[in-house]
């Protein structure tokens, strides 16, 4: 019996999940087809800048993503749902991506794979019965935007001006 093996233009392999190890269900996975690589976008405003995460994955399409200011970024996945996923972030929405957790806090591992000025490309793992991955960066951008800057800004110049005209009108005397 000869075994012949289609080799496809896939976003990953097999062999590229061999950092977790073996016995885990990425490592030893083999049953893929390559038909069912699926692309997908998560869109997020913040303030009024609109951000988009980009993957590729076989099963797991996340939903919808959440920003803990400051924190970290929770990119939520149907549960019971397993597999490989890869993300793309913008650099402007999180960078230095240290750690990990799944919506049970254990850590899920993961690889950077690229990382450049405009973008930062993880690979991890979906563990079973997660609902979410929690994923924390040296810097997530905060949720507000500029609207909250231009507010800060108009009081922080009224209260230089009531300053100087006060200051001034002690000086008249």
């Known amino acids: 019996m000869t075994i012949i093996r289609l080799q496809a233009h896939l976003p990953w392999t097999v062999e590229d999940f061999s950092f977790l190890g073996p016995g885990s269900a990425a490592a030893s996975r083999t049953d893929v087809p390559p038909t069912y690589m699926k692309e997908f976008e998560l869109d997020y405003d913040i303030g009024d ?28 996945v149907p549960a019971r749902v397993y597999g490989d996923i890869r993300l793309t972030f913008p650099r402007n929405m999180i960078e230095g991506i240290h750690s990990i957790n799944s919506s049970d806090g254990q850590k899920v591992y993961f690889e950077e794979l690229s990382a450049d000025e405009s973008s930062t490309t993880i690979q991890a793992y979906v563990p079973d019965d ?33 300053v100087m005209t006060n200051r001034f009108k002690l000086n008249v005397k």
């Open 49 to 76: 800048v609109p951000m988009t995460v980009t993957g590729t994955t076989v099963n797991v399409l996340p939903s919808r993503l959440e920003i803990d200011p400051g924190k970290s970024i929770r990119v939520h």
């Open 130 to 162: 997660t609902s979410y991955l929690e994923i924390y960066g040296a810097r997530v951008v905060p949720e507000f935007g500029s609207p909250l800057f231009v507010t800060l800004s108009i009081v922080i110049t009224i209260v230089i001006i009531i």
